[in-house]
């Protein structure tokens, strides 16, 4: 396995990017490079060009930012896993990055780059979609926002423009809310087979609110929109969480492979969002 | 002129855990494989490969690649024809009826797997022949595809090779006479029967193949650096191939990382580049890569057994009948023949005292990637099965498994023991071995723990195995009755230079066990001299003399065998020669401790190196003596060697997902005395994890096209270090008798042990449940399956498990 020819930018500052990126057509970010250059070692992508955004200051870093979190597009997933400010405010998205991939994968891929590739069953669209959090982006045209609900629309799709570059990603800040990952991985791969972000709002015995969101089990991922309705406003007892669970991937074109079925994914992923929801309940 | 002598060491180094002296080189990235060989002016190769499982070539059309700048040439089947002969398979076993088929090194008409080779391209650069690979235009015209030996077997089924009837490659009978099986069969008090697939595996050794090509044309001479684990086959079989003087040929495999069996055979892709390095005159590199190794380099197992042992309601076995359907892949690879036959087929009663037994294999072409040799080949499929059945026989009797083992487990005093295969147990404490495992871990308060357990709806079980396996491989005189077209001894020269400084050349070719430490060892304790006065060298047909390689657990039992047998005649030598400077008869002379002294008279000595020295000068020699100090020995062993053990674990499985975890795994083994512990202790849990893999994650897949769905180390699960509890090894320690060292082989039997071990421990936590057997890779998903089908089945409530995770609100 070897890389092709191409043209290699790394540019300091965003405009030179935006820039730089404009002048090849075909041209691709370079945001870590964990998906994109395995994908040209398989000659399955042949992009003219790479701007690598490594050498972007401006992107890098998590920052308050009013009652939001701001974390830069590129950020690497093990300083996710660890930012005193992430564990605080938002810390489903810390336990997320803390199980992409590798130690060295964490090392190198950049939230950034693991939303735009959008992989089906990657940990980080689950948890920016649990988070209800807004993707900022560029392009020549100018910038824009887009909530984490509309940004996933199938397998390596996204809302992005070809020319759209992620610039941050901006995560309420949720400390009152109960906030777990949980990832069953695929034994060879280490991607999720099933991912459930879940962050919780408890009040007494009620849920006051309930955001769910489910990797690794249909073509994006994607918000378990009736279990929540289910959730919001109950008290929790063993007979909802049942229901709940039963109905997680309702409505969804639930995938299988040589691993996992339909069936069992499905399963799995009633089975990890009843275990989450309990840990969640039970903390503290 | 002065010596440094051999310092004298006291404590003898033989089963000191001395550190290996290959790691300094190979962990700072100072080892010397294949792929760091560069040669000046060198081409690149890069190989096209077939995307069809089976096709006719209508056309291979290369004009356009042949433009991309700095392509130096390309090769096609069609213009090979003739000039390359095919590619060799080495193992015949006699009366197999084996359907041999030509082998090309690249396809000619017809490609006959996923990854068959279809044309080379030689080039300036890689870059350019990777550029030149994806404009050769291949006309396929694709056809029907088998892939699994019941498809294969159908009479309709598409024939892999023109001519062979229901792609039976081979038919294989061996042990007790067919009517004396049914009658035993027949008259059994208990019959249990078992369908037992072993799943295709594919070897991942941590460096991929390669190969490195230079030909000298005015001597007619081949230099061929290449990933292999015997090189003095490759020389035999690369210069057949080519139709090259074997003299003229030079092979070179220094560092090799890891093989597993894999660097065995004999691979069109190293044939190939040696042709090219001749037709082009430079040399020529290749280097696979990850995913070509999944479909270009052989696979493993790949079994389908119908297995029937019988016995009697107290426990003793009386009659086992073993008929195997063995996926061969789409050609015969090297050794392949052997594999699913005498590696396997004649030690299919294990450690046990069958009186009648049986094997009939079919070796079966498919339109899938060769099989050939994977740690152990042969005698993990024979273990897994009789182990999978005794345990069913337990189930069946109602006794515990540990206790029909211990029944059934062939006494201590009947060895040599031979069993109804006809092959002989050198010797072995098989019960010591069980005893010893069970000192470790309390079956009777496992039990209480586990019936505990169930009463919570959580299922735990113990998995037993006992083995043996069959391996130094072997005596010459028996490779060439069961067809292997080649001996099986060992080869070993022992030189001692003017300093006493030792130089070994083995035949053996170590690719990760560790040799280089443990036969210096051996020469330390022997010369009394320091580990760092001694050079273990192999891999390089130039510089060692012959030898037949490593695999089957035979470096240290036949090569240590032979560095013995040349370390004795070296010294027999010096002892003269020391004899006559101290003026004394021979027979009072002795060696100890790096000194030669007379007898009674210890101050009348001279060290081991000064001999050496003398022995050089050649000034003053006894009679008849010869000068210089070196000594060869070409060592045939008598019998194979026979270790044994018996592993335990413990695993708990998930009710819920059906994902089992391992709580413990305890092995204890008996290889015969230990050279290096701590390097046996290694090969053991190395083993055990290989063995893991089988059992829980590892599985190739291809689909009704022949596609390979695990083609890639994302799809294929290789066992991750945090999945494993810590191992728990322990030894006993059996010679064997006929080993000039006692010792036995240790680098398989982990992987041959473990796997059952597993098996079994999940099986016994799923038994309330009403299951007895599932396939291998006992994935979540399928032992979910199992569960739910089991709870489907039961009367309401009687199942052994309840629902999991207790409830809270």
């Not at chain 1, 800040?173 to 991912?195: D, E, F, I, L, N």
């Not at chain 2, 009978?173 to 595996?201: K, N, Y």
């Not at chain 2, 190939?272 to 590199?285: H, I, S």
Request: with cysteine; net charge negative.
């Amino acid at each position: 396995m070897m890389l092709g020819a191409f043209q290699y930018e790394r540019p300091a500052s965003l405009d030179e990017a935006l820039r730089q990126a404009a002048a090849v057509p075909g041209a691709r970010w370079l945001a870590g490079g964990m998906s994109l250059l395995p994908l040209m070692k398989m000659e399955l992508a042949d992009p003219p060009a790479l701007v690598d955004l490594a050498g972007v200051a401006d992107l890098v870093g998590v920052q308050e930012d009013g009652g939001a979190l701001r974390v830069g597009a590129m950020t690497r997933h093990a300083e996710l896993a660890e930012h005193p400010l992430v564990a605080r405010h938002a810390p489903l998205l810390a336990a997320a990055a803390s199980q992409v991939g590798d130690p060295q994968v964490r090392h190198r891929g950049t939230i950034g780059g693991s939303l735009a590739h959008a992989d089906p069953a990657a940990d980080l669209p689950a948890a920016v979609l649990a988070l209800d959090a807004t993707i900022e982006v560029a392009s020549p045209r100018g910038r824009r926002e887009i909530p984490a609900k509309d940004f996933f629309l199938g397998p390596l799709m996204t809302a992005l423009e070809p020319d759209d570059v992620i610039v941050a990603v901006v995560v309420p800040q949720r400390g009152a809310h109960r906030q777990a990952y949980h990832k069953r991985p695929h034994p060879a791969s280490g991607y999720a087979v099933v991912g459930i972000a879940a962050s919780v709002l408890r009040e007494a015995d009620r849920v006051a609110s309930a955001a769910i969101a489910v990797t690794g089990v249909a073509s994006h991922a994607f918000r378990a929109r009736r279990a929540e309705e289910l959730l919001t406003g109950q008290v929790m007892t063993d007979a909802l969480l049942a229901e709940v669970a039963s109905v997680v991937a309702s409505g969804q074109e639930v995938w299988g492979d040589l691993y996992a079925s339909a069936d069992y994914r499905r399963h799995l992923a009633g089975l990890t969002t009843r275990q989450v929801l309990e840990r969640l309940w039970d903390d503290r | 002129m002065s010596t440094d002598g051999g310092a004298a060491h006291a404590a003898p180094l033989m089963g000191q855990s001395v550190p290996r002296r290959e790691d300094a080189r190979l962990l700072t990235g100072h080892g010397h494989y294949t792929a760091d060989v560069n040669r000046p002016g060198q081409l690149y190769a890069v190989m096209l490969r077939s995307p069809h499982a089976h096709a006719r070539l209508r056309a291979v059309r290369t004009d356009a690649a042949r433009q991309v700048p700095g392509v130096a040439a390309i090769y096609t089947g069609a213009q090979l024809a003739g000039r390359i002969a095919p590619i060799p398979t080495a193992w015949i076993p006699p009366g197999s009826e084996l359907a041999l088929t030509d082998h090309p090194a690249l396809a000619d008409t017809t490609v006959r797997y996923v990854g068959d080779g279809v044309a080379m391209v030689v080039a300036e650069s890689l870059a350019a022949a990777r550029q030149a690979r994806a404009l050769i235009d291949v006309d396929y015209e694709p056809l029907g595809a088998v892939t699994s030996v019941a498809e294969a077997m159908d009479p309709d089924a598409p024939r892999v090779h023109e001519g062979v009837a229901g792609n039976v490659a081979l038919h294989w009978r061996a042990g007790s006479d067919p009517a004396a099986v049914e009658r035993a069969l027949q008259d059994a008090e208990v019959r249990v029967r078992e369908t037992i697939r072993q799943q295709r595996l594919i070897p991942n050794p941590m460096e991929p193949r390669a190969a490195v090509a230079e030909f000298d044309a005015a001597d007619e001479a081949l230099t061929l650096w290449v990933t292999s684990q015997n090189p003095h086959i490759h020389r035999l079989l690369v210069a057949g191939v080519l139709g090259l003087a074997e003299h003229r040929v030079r092979i070179i495999a220094q560092d090799v990382g890891g093989g597993f069996g894999s660097k065995i055979a004999c691979y069109p892709d190293e044939v190939l580049v040696a042709f090219a390095a001749r037709d082009l005159g430079r040399p020529v590199k290749w280097v696979e890569d990850r995913r070509e190794h999944f479909t270009a380099t052989t696979h493993g197992r790949d079994h389908v057994d119908e297995v029937v042992l019988a016995g009697r309601r107290d426990g003793t076995l009386t009659a086992l009948a073993v008929r195997t359907q063995a996926n061969l892949g789409a050609y015969l690879s090297t050794a392949a023949p052997g594999v699913p036959t005498i590696l396997f087929g004649l030690i299919a009663n294990g450690p046990y005292d069958i009186p009648v037994a049986a094997t009939e294999v079919y070796g079966v072409y498919t339109h899938t990637t060769p099989v050939d040799a994977y740690r152990g080949a042969g005698r993990p499929e024979a273990t897994f099965l009789i182990e999978r059945l005794v345990d069913r026989f337990a189930h069946e009797i109602g006794m515990d498994p540990v206790e029909v083992r211990r029944k059934n487990l062939v006494r201590a005093d009947r060895f040599p023991y031979t069993n109804a295969f006809g092959i002989t147990y050198d010797s072995g404490r098989y019960e010591e071995a069980l005893d010893r495992a069970l000192e470790h871990l309390d079956v009777g308060a496992f039990r209480r723990e586990q019936a505990d357990a169930a009463r919570q709806g959580r299922l735990v079980g113990l998995g037993v195995s006992t083995y043996v396996e069959m391996c130094g491989l072997g005596p010459s005189e028996v490779a060439g009755a069961v067809g292997f077209q080649g001996g099986l001894w060992e080869h070993a020269l022992v030189r001692v230079l003017p300093t006493g400084k030792v130089m070994v050349m083995t035949g053996i070719s170590p690719h990760g066990q560790g040799e280089e430490t443990t036969f210096a060892q051996v020469v330390a304790d022997r010369l009394g001299c320091a580990m760092q006065d001694i050079e273990v060298l192999h891999g390089d047909t130039q510089l060692v003399s012959m030898g037949w390689g490593t695999y089957g657990s035979r470096s240290t039992a036949v090569g240590g065998g032979a560095l013995s047998v040349a370390l004795d005649r070296v010294v027999d030598k010096a002892r003269k020669i020391a004899a006559h400077v101290l003026e004394a008869d021979v027979a009072d002379v002795a060696l100890e401790a790096g000194r030669f002294a007379v007898r009674g008279v210890p101050d009348r000595a001279v060290s081991f190196a000064d001999v050496a020295q003398k022995a050089h000068l050649a000034w003053s020699l006894p009679e008849g003596v010869e000068p210089g100090l070196e000594a060869e020995a070409s060592y045939n062993p008598s019998n194979f060697t026979y270790p044994f053990g018996t592993h335990l674990a413990v695993v708990e499985v998930d009710p819920d997902t059906g994902e089992t975890t391992l709580q413990r795994y305890l092995a204890v083994d008996d290889c015969g005395p230990r050279i290096n512990p701590m390097i046996v202790d290694g090969q053991v849990r190395g083993g055990i994890v290989q063995g893991i893999g089988q059992a829980l994650w590892e599985g190739a897949a291809y689909d009704a096209q022949g596609q390979l769905l695990t083609g890639s180390l994302m799809d294929y699960a290789l066992p991750k270090a945090r999945w494993l509890p810590p191992i728990e090894t322990d030894f006993t320690e059996t010679p064997a008798p006929h080993n000039p060292l006692g010792v036995k082989g240790v680098g398989e039997t982990g992987t041959i042990a473990a796997t059952p071990t597993i098996v079994n421990a999940v099986m016994d936590a799923l038994g309330s449940l009403g299951i007895h057997h599932l396939d291998m890779p006992l994935t979540p998903e399928r032992v979910w399956r199992a569960i739910q089908d089991a709870r489907a089945a039961a009367p309401l409530g009687a199942a052994g498990a309840g629902e999991g995770g207790g409830m809270r609100s």
